[in-house]
């Protein structure tokens, strides 16, 4: 996932956060439509867009993503 992107596209209002929460678990995690507005049908194609676009989080390993993104030397071992 990158986690950079995702972070500025929330802040610059490219990823609306009424509309899109980031689920994660310990293992994995998936883009979640939070918009009332939307049908739970459409709502499978957007969630699989947003994962297509900004990828899709990886568990723990991901984190590292995140601290690199934040300018945080990190690595995986």
Known sequence: MNYKRVIEDYANGTIDPTMWQLT???DDG??????????DEDADALQDAMGEEYGRPEGYRDIVSVLRAAGVTCDWC
């Open 24 to 26: 994660m678990d310990n």
């Open 30 to 39: 998936y883009w979640q439509c939070i918009s009332n507005t939307v049908a």
